[in-house]
């Protein structure tokens, strides 16, 4: 599996990267973010630690339906089937139609670096941050 790079933005600031991109005045380099949150509540609501087992849950057990999912957490599917679709908004799971049409919840991901600029320099070249890392 492979990492998945998350920034901390606000609206305005991912307006304007997205728009400068869309102009051809700036290309995203390799390492940058690709999923961005406008705050850390909002990142630490979805990776919550109810939320990382859940995708522990998803990864080992490899349930085929919500239904599976729903008995092997406890957790009501009305309830899961808005985690999840909040959660492959972010990148965070695939929702695939199994047999059936049931859907199942793929982790994509083994892991989430989060990075968290701290102080951003006068010309916004420069950027302190921090990395802190996640297992999903």
Do not use: C
């Not at 869309?22 to 850390?40: D, I, Q």
């Amino acid at each position: 599996m492979t990492t998945l790079k998350i920034g901390i933005a606000s609206y305005r600031e991912m307006k304007d990267r997205t728009m400068s991109i869309a102009r051809g005045e700036y290309k995203g380099a390799a390492e940058e973010p690709t999923v961005w949150f406008t705050s850390t509540e909002s990142f630490a609501k979805v990776l919550s630690a109810g939320n990382r087992e859940l995708l522990r849950v998803i990864a080992e057990k490899a349930p085929g339906s919500l239904d599976e999912l729903a008995r092997l957490t406890g957790r009501a599917k009305p309830n899961l089937s808005r985690t999840l679709k909040t959660m492959a908004g972010y990148g965070l799971v695939r929702l695939e139609r199994g047999e059936r049409g049931r859907i199942s919840p793929k982790v994509t991901h083994d892991r989430v670096e989060l990075e968290l600029p701290l102080t951003r320099s006068r010309e916004g070249n420069s950027k302190k941050t921090v990395r802190s890392q996640k297992t999903g």
